[in-house]
Each structure stands twice: as structure tokens, then as C-alpha cells.
């Protein structure tokens, strides 16, 4: 691949729509954890009372426990979402952006 590919590439609608929503998916997922995990750690910080009541009355699992395997659950679900979203939308555009850079490079005979 040359450097006009690169910069064909790079200039195509398709191709800067995919860089564009990647960056928004990845700065949200990336908002949702950062919020959930200081949340978290203010809890402990703040509120280490809540964290040490036990989830049912006698029990012996407290709060800290299901929250803290939620944030670990939720990590995946993210890192999930994440993936379904680049493999099913983003590569589709990358894809079409390939396909309307090889068509114009065809046609000008530089392929």
C-alpha cells in the first residue's frame, strides 16, 4: 500500500464516520467504567458502613462483595458491547471505505 492509498484512505467519508464513532463508543464505555469504578472506591472512602451490612438480615455476605463483582461483571458486559459494536457496525464501514478506495484506485489504473 502506497501513500496515496494511506491518504485515500485516510480523506474517505466512510472511513473518518468509523474513526469518529469508535472514538465515541470507546470515550463512553471508557466515561461508564471510570464512573462506576470511582463511585465505587468513593464508596469505600465514604461509606464503608454500607459496604459491611450484610445483604440479608444474619447473612454473611455484605454489599462490598456483589458490588464489587458487579464492576468485574460489568467490565466484560462493556468490553462485550465494545466488540459486538466494532465487529458488526465499525467493520462494515471499514470495509466499505476499502472497497471505495480500491474502486477509485482501479479505475485510475493504480491497482
Known amino acids: 500500500m502506497d501513500e496515496r492509498q494511506v491518504e485515500a484512505i485516510l ?6 464516520e468509523m474513526v469518529a464513532k469508535k ?6 464505555l471508557t466515561a461508564i467504567m471510570l ?10 472512602g465514604y461509606n464503608k458502613e454500607f459496604l459491611l451490612t450484610p445483604v440479608s438480615p444474619g447473612g454473611v455476605t455484605t454489599w462490598g462483595i456483589p458490588l464489587g463483582l ?16 466494532a465487529n458488526n457496525k465499525l467493520d462494515q464501514l471499514n470495509e466499505e471505505a476499502m ?4 474502486a477509485i484506485a482501479h479505475e485510475k489504473g493504480l491497482h
Open 35 to 44: 464512573f462506576v469504578y470511582v463511585g465505587f472506591m468513593l464508596l469505600v
Open 23 to 28: 472514538r465515541n463508543l470507546s470515550w463512553t
Open 11 to 16: 480523506q474517505n467519508p466512510k472511513f473518518k
Open 99 to 102: 472497497r471505495e478506495v480500491e
Open 70 to 85: 458487579g464492576i468485574i461483571v460489568l467490565s466484560f458486559l462493556l468490553c462485550g458491547v465494545y466488540s459486538y459494536i
